[in-house]
Each structure stands twice: as structure tokens, then as C-alpha cells.
């Protein structure tokens, strides 16, 4: 009767000590970690809790990533649009300038400066962000090339006289579709402006817009100029109300990316305020308190130490009437 009496207690004894030391390795780990919660048993409902707040903090994250990606490429657009819109205001000085009576080597430097003009526009018309094209809407890639020449496709593909080198007509080889991007959990937006616009429907253009009441086209206006001022063509009154129309269509388009500027710096406050309230909750639900834990596992401790004493003493005593 004793033996089994004796090892009844060993048993029961032992499972205390086991449980005793769990205590102090969790109030230990609460301390080193800062965390009450590690695992489901701990707390069943916080750790759910938890894992919910920390899925919705993942899908936040991207979002703001997103968001982000979304305001580098804007900020690009917003750029090129006013370089753009430097070039067309300086042409309509040029145009201006031409009115009148002008010597052939007056017009000459003009038609020159023109060229250069065209060549800034073209330039910013290629403009990339970085791997893929500003302008050409979702089908280019800095990797992709002509099959045929072996050259590097770019949204806008300048012809070129073959003895002055200079740009006699301007082809858009992108597509028709902006880029856009998930930046909220109800707001998709474009990140991208087209560089030309041939169809109901489709984005505003910068460049080249056929679809405005009045259409657009930066670079033919420029080589029109261009030439009729070498061939002694030059009609300022058209050319005026051309670079006039230009000029407001790269205003509209500065107006829509700043605006989008604006609503992303509205969805980026909101995204950090989520994050925040988040982590607060977070935080109460699943941080240790540290002079609580620190307390609670002195005190375990101390139980621990206490019941090795007493249970040493037990067992010896024990031992003894059982000899």
C-alpha cells in the first residue's frame, strides 16, 4: 500500500513541478519577447484576435506599397508634363516672334529653334520610370525591341530625313490602356497618363489626342512650324491658336496628376492612421506587461523553489518509514 501510495505523490508531485515550470518559461518569455500571446493556448480568442489584426496590417502594407509605387510614377508624369509644358510655352513665343517680316536667316534661327524643341518633346515623350515607359501606356517595356531593326521600342518612333537627320513625322507605337493600381481597399486609380488617345473611352492624352473637340499633336504642330517657316509658309494666327490649344491640353493634364497627387496623399494619411490603430490594438491585446510578468515569475520562483524543499522533505520522511 505504501509503494503505491508513495509513488501517487511522485506522480502528482512531479506534474506540479511541470507545470510550475511552464509558468516561469512563458513569464520568461513574456519578459524577453514583450508578449503575453505566443500561441493559441495562451489566449484562444486574443490569439485569434491577433492574427486577424495582423492580416488586415499585411493587406494595409500593400496597399501603401502600392500607393507609393503609384506616387513615384505620378510625380514622374507631373515632372515630364511641366518640362512639356516649358517647351510648347517657348514655342509660343517663337510663334509670336515670327509674325511680321522676317529675313530668311530670321526665319532659319527660329526653324532651328524649333527643331530643338521638337527633339526636348520627343525626349520627354520617351521618358521612363524605371523599367517601363511613362507614355506608352501598359504594352512597353524598357526590354523590348523592333524584331526588324533591332532598336529599342519606344512609345513615340521619330522618322528622320536622311540627310539632316532631323524629325519629318512622329508614330505611337504604345498601347492604349493606363496603368492602374489598387491603393485602398475601394480605390483603383491610374498611375499613368497616355501618350496618345485615338478612342472614346480611353485616358487623356499629353502628346497626341485626337479625341478633343479641338485635336492635339505636340509634335506635328512643332514640325509644321518648323518647316513652313523655311518654306516661307508661316501662318502665325494658326500656328498661335495650334500651340495655344497644346498649351491647355498639357495644363489639363497637370491639373489631373496633381489632383491624383492629392487623393494619394489622402489615402496614404488614412492607410498610416489604420496602421496606427492597429498597432495599438495590437498591442493591447497581445503585450506583456513587464512589472506584472516580472512579479508573477519571481512569485513562480518561489513556488517552485518552495515545493523542491517541501517536496524534498516528503519524500525523505518517506523513504525513511518505508525502510
Known amino acids: 500500500m505504501f509503494r503505491t501510495t508513495s509513488n501517487t505523490y511522485i506522480s502528482g508531485f512531479n506534474n506540479q513541478l511541470q507545470v510550475l515550470q511552464s509558468r516561469i518559461s512563458k513569464y520568461q518569455n513574456d519578459i524577453s519577447t514583450g508578449k503575453k500571446i505566443h500561441n493559441a493556448s495562451d489566449d484562444p480568442s486574443g490569439y485569434s484576435q491577433v492574427l486577424g489584426l495582423q492580416s488586415d496590417q499585411r493587406a494595409v502594407q500593400q496597399l501603401r506599397r502600392n500607393a507609393n509605387a503609384a506616387e513615384t510614377r505620378i510625380n514622374s508624369t507631373y515632372s515630364a508634363a511641366a518640362d512639356l509644358q516649358t517647351v510648347v510655352s517657348r514655342a509660343s513665343e517663337l510663334a509670336i516672334q515670327a509674325n511680321g517680316t522676317l529675313s530668311d536667316s530670321d526665319r532659319e534661327v527660329i526653324a532651328t529653334e524649333i527643331d530643338?524643341?521638337?527633339?526636348?518633346?520627343?525626349t520627354i515623350g520617351n521618358r521612363r520610370e524605371d523599367s517601363t515607359f511613362l507614355f506608352g501606356g501598359t504594352s512597353l517595356l524598357s526590354s523590348d525591341t523592333d524584331p526588324v531593326t533591332g532598336s529599342a521600342y519606344v512609345p513615340f518612333s521619330a522618322t528622320r530625313d536622311a540627310t539632316t537627320g532631323e524629325?519629318?513625322?512622329v508614330a505611337y507605337r504604345g498601347n492604349y490602356t493606363t496603368?492602374?493600381?489598387?491603393?485602398?481597399?475601394s480605390t483603383v486609380m491610374d498611375a499613368s497618363v497616355l501618350g496618345a488617345r485615338n478612342a472614346a473611352g480611353q485616358g487623356r492624352a499629353l502628346f497626341v489626342d485626337n479625341q478633343l473637340s479641338t485635336p492635339v499633336d505636340v509634335f506635328q504642330t512643332l514640325i509644321d512650324m518648323r518647316d513652313n517657316l523655311r518654306?516661307?509658309?508661316?501662318d502665325s494666327t494658326t500656328t498661335v491658336a495650334e500651340l495655344n490649344n497644346v498649351e491647355d491640353n498639357v495644363a489639363v493634364v497637370i491639373g489631373m496628376t496633381s489632383a491624383n497627387l492629392s487623393r494619394l496623399e489622402t489615402v496614404t494619411t488614412a492607410h498610416t492612421r489604420k496602421l496606427t490603430s492597429d498597432e495599438t490594438t495590437l498591442s493591447q491585446i497581445a503585450d506583456s506587461d513587464l512589472a506584472s510578468a516580472a512579479l508573477s515569475l519571481t512569485q513562480a520562483q518561489t513556488t517552485y523553489e518552495a515545493a523542491l524543499s517541501v517536496g524534498g522533505q516528503i519524500l525523505n520522511v518517506s523513504l525513511l518509514n518505508y525502510l
Open 231 to 234: 518654306n516661307n509658309t508661316y
Open 167 to 169: 524629325i519629318t513625322a
Open 116 to 122: 530643338n524643341l521638337l527633339e526636348q518633346a520627343l
Open 179 to 185: 496603368q492602374k493600381i489598387e491603393v485602398s481597399t
